[in-house]
């Protein structure tokens, strides 16, 4: 399966951005997919995630501002940032795991399927 991501760009503060990961194929039988942020100088960290059974995980200092949501139909995953902040500034990657959340939030660099990322900069 590939994954690709698009609307990443350049926004300023308080502004929003909608991501978008294609798969190639069906995203039905990964038990959890998510984004991650990683910012310069930064670890990878877990933004938020969805599994096949419809519970959903956000990191807790985003919660309130970004919403994710699965298609299984349409193979999508989106994440849609609101009142964006300049320390949301990171590359933004789409990741499939055929684990759990847990273990996506355990083990940021080790899901099973990536996609190449999105840049998301927010200027002040």
């Known amino acids: 399966v590939q994954l690709v991501e698009s609307g990443g760009g350049l926004v300023q503060a308080g502004g929003s951005l909608r991501l978008s990961c294609a798969a190639s194929g069906s995203i039905f039988k990964f038990n959890a997919m998510g984004w991650y942020r990683q910012a310069p100088g930064k670890e990878r960290e877990l933004v938020a995630a969805?599994?096949?059974?419809?519970?959903?995980y956000y990191e807790d200092s985003l919660k309130g501002r970004f919403t994710i949501s699965r298609d299984n139909a349409k193979n999508t995953l989106n994440l849609q940032m609101n009142n964006l902040k300049p320390e949301d500034t990171a590359m933004y990657y789409c990741?499939?795991?055929?684990?759990?959340?847990?273990?996506?939030?355990?083990?940021?660099?080790?899901?099973?399927?990536w996609g190449q990322g999105t840049q998301v900069t927010v200027s002040s």
């Open positions: 969805s599994s096949s059974g419809g519970r959903t």
């Open positions: 990741a499939a795991s055929e684990s759990s959340i847990a273990t996506m939030r355990a083990y940021p660099y080790e899901s099973d399927f």
